[in-house]
């Protein structure tokens, strides 16, 4: 069975870069401590507890999963924003978008019993329409209680965002994503993976955590999940991830209906300093990178 990588909380963003684009994937040992994994499983246990488990095989019939995390969780709202992670999503995503967003947030509990889901590629959520040169997403799964090969691991199959898309993997070559609880798997939309069995007396917990590219649909609609009305409570930072920013020049504005704003940022109606709409950290122009020209003026088309 192969083995996935493991790093630190030290390794840089491009080093760890590296390795998925070699790997598809990697595991960061302790991105949680221990106070912050244990409170991260006393927000979610309440919430799995009146949850109802999967109708269909993919969602899996003994399992139970959650959303709207970033609404219910305040450890899950620091890992959303953790500069680590956003240094990765950035340099997987940027070079394909000038923002980046949360596109997904997910509490999985995988019972006793439970079967091995299929061995998938995320960026099949949207529909195999994108070029395969374009990275979908970073995909992030925080193992909440320790992950092991007998309780259901996240399988993975190293270098396989590499191969052809109709090639499948065989048994020697699919990896258990073994880790301590605390750690996080990150990978890449185009590995193939997919939730291993469980053959355990105990659950398994981990939380689905994915960025995506600014321009894309989110798999959650974080506009349902966290409404303004909880949104404002957040930081801008946050709030921009959510979606609550324009994605590019003419992207994601809104107009009040009550006639308040037109062509406005979604980053007015909560009083934050409009940023420059999507605009890097490196300070390139956002508008040239978008379209190709220079911004002439207010009217320019």
């Known amino acids: 069975m192969p083995q996935l990588t493991h ?25 949680l401590s221990p106070s912050e994994t244990t409170q991260f499983a006393q927000e979610l246990d309440p919430l799995l507890e009146s949850a109802a488990l999967g109708q269909d095989s993919f969602s899996g019939f003994s399992t ?22 956003l ?25 006793p019993g439970e079967g091995a889901q299929i061995l998938h590629r995320d960026r099949g959520l949207w ?63 185009t590995v193939i993976h997919g939730g291993g069995p469980n053959s355990t007396d105990v659950p398994r917990l981990g939380v689905l955590l994915h960025y995506t590219l600014g321009w894309l649909r989110q798999q959650e609609n974080m506009y349902l999940s966290c409404p303004p009305d909880i949104a404002k409570n957040f930081t801008p930072e946050l709030r921009r991830l959510l979606g609550y920013a324009q994605g590019s020049p003419v992207m994601g504005f809104y107009s009040d209906p009550n006639g308040a704003r037109e062509t406005a940022s979604p980053e007015a109606l909560f009083g934050d300093e409009v940023s420059a709409v999507g605009q890097r950290t490196s ?14 003026g207010p009217n320019s088309a």
Request: charge should be negative; charged fraction near 25%; hydrophobic fraction near 40%.
């Open 7 to 31: 790093v630190t909380t030290d390794t840089s963003a491009s080093d760890i870069l590296e390795i998925i684009d070699r790997e598809g994937a990697v595991i960061i040992d302790a991105i």
């Open 64 to 85: 139970t999963r959650i959303g709207a995390l970033i609404a219910r969780s305040e450890i899950c709202r620091r890992l959303a924003t953790n500069a680590q992670l």
């Open 87 to 111: 240094d990765i999503a950035d340099g997987m995503l940027g070079k394909f978008s000038p923002t980046v967003q949360l596109s997904l947030t997910q509490a999985v509990k995988i019972a």
């Open 127 to 189: 529909g195999g329409h994108i070029p395969r040169r374009i990275e979908t997403q970073l995909g992030t799964m925080i193992a909440v209680t320790d992950f092991t090969h007998e309780n259901g691991a996240t399988r993975v199959v190293p270098g396989s965002a590499h191969w052809d898309a109709k090639r499948q993997p065989e048994a020697h070559e699919i990896a258990s994503a073994e880790m301590k609880a605390g750690s996080i798997l990150v990978y890449n939309g």
């Open 283 to 296: 300070g390139e122009d956002v508008v040239k990178r978008t379209t190709g020209h220079t911004q002439e």
